[in-house]
């Protein structure tokens, strides 16, 4: 019995290596070889062979090192055997043969850096968005095939059928392995963020989802310590770990609990700590960008005791620092949301008034609009907001709290405690 | 080194784009004509070329052993090659540097396309 247990346990620990090596591992042998499919095969190939081992002599002290040699060894395997391989294994054997030893790589150096040009190739702007995400769960993220098809609600053959193509992609068009150069760096950066915050807010709006969220942030870590000097990496991890932070006062009984309504108590202080000490960080470095200021609003709300203590100027003061660099609508949105915290419903609704035509589709900014006019004591026109909200609404958590708050305004037309929609969302 | 196709996507009947003036065409010839310079000074020019329209297109295929004339394009679309270029990059990113001084250039969208292949077929 206790040997059962512990081998259960074994398998896990190799399990779980296997999922901390799998982006180095690939990189490395994507560094190598140039060949992306290749990479994978090999890896996986080493996985097998570690796993009979590993669970009988126990895992290596460097498992990563392992995993790469016995990768590179089996891939020239490969290569050695087939017609096409042999030219392609003297084409690179000038590299293979003067690159470091791998069993001597101690998950610095290198290693890192090829894990670096692998995610700028997996989120070249070359590639559509739904493949640089596919891309980077799977070969950075070490996310099996189906797990990242799951992820995006799409069949497991659908997700492998996006795979080959992105990686075809990469390959006949030959998209570089390789960090940009500086002029480059600043925008393709951006693509790399936002793809690791898209990956972070899929596992935000369903629950089951929740590995997402710890993938991108354990990704963003990994992104802030190779690039140390990028404000908005950290910005970005940052803005992850505060969020995150309150993900479990955000549900109760399965239903979502609105910001204003959340046990305060239950944010996990740890996370807070680190965000705030990396806002602070931002601050002092002055070069202030999108995911920093997010962050910085999101440092604000977690600062706070109540909902009623949060320091609301603040927040409207850095939402007009942030639509000044990124004038979008649901910017804009947020920014009104925020508004309705200093200066009452009636500005909400003529700064909604405002961008209402753009987001005439968006759950959201209906359900602002309810609130507001809720706030106002128009009941009958909140109704018909939340309705529309209602009907937009992409995920069944929002569905249902709608549903809700339509059900309350029918049924008990005496209410009087009004409870509006949470300023910035939960 | 590989080859890329870089071709000018040009929309039937759209001329807004497009020099009016003597003026605007004189200064629209130099740009191209020192962008295929600065192309052909750093290898990087294999070929180009602007093509007449799809009026002027005859499709030739094969049927049952006989050739068949075709008068007009292989698809009745809006959207039609107007012209390319073919150039030597080293990689994608490389192409996409290239691509954007052509639109910069011509002011016009195009579409840069890896070869497969490029050359003569040796056996």
Known sequence: MNRTV????????VERVFRDVYGQAVA???RIFGDITLAEDAVQDAFVVASDQWRTVGIPPNPAGWIVTTARNRAIDYLRRSARGRELH??????ASTSPDPGDWRGDGP???????LIFTCCHPALRTEHQVALTLRLLGGLRVEEVARSFLVSESAMAKRLVRAKYKIKAAKIPYRVPAAADLPERLRSVLSVLYLIY???????????LRSEAIRLARALVELMPDEPEAAGLLALMLLSESRAPA????GALVLLRDQDRCKWNRTMIEEGHAIVRACIRRDQPGPFQLQAAIQAVHCDAASFEATDWRQIVALYDHLLSLMPTPVVALNRAIAIGETEGPGAVLSALDAIAPDLDNYHLMHAARGTALLRLGRRDTAKVAFERAADLATTEKDRRFLAQKIEELAEDGALMQHRPLGSTGP | MSQYLLSVHAVEGEVQRAPTTPEEMQAFMERVAALEAEMEASGTFVFGGQLHGPDAATVVSMSDGDLIMT???FAEAKEHIAGFYIINADDLDAALAWAGKVVDAINHPIEVRPFAASGRVRV
């Open chain 1, 90 to 95: 003297e084409q690179i054997g000038a590299v």
């Open chain 1, 6 to 13: 512990a081998r259960d346990d074994e398998a896990t620990a």
């Open chain 1, 250 to 253: 955000r549900a109760a009984e």
């Open chain 1, 28 to 30: 490395a042998l994507v």
């Open chain 1, 201 to 211: 807010n899929t596992g935000v709006d369903d629950p089951e989802r929740g590995v």
């Open chain 2, 71 to 73: 008068d007009g394009p």
């Open chain 1, 111 to 117: 290693v890192i850096d090829d894990q670096l040009r």
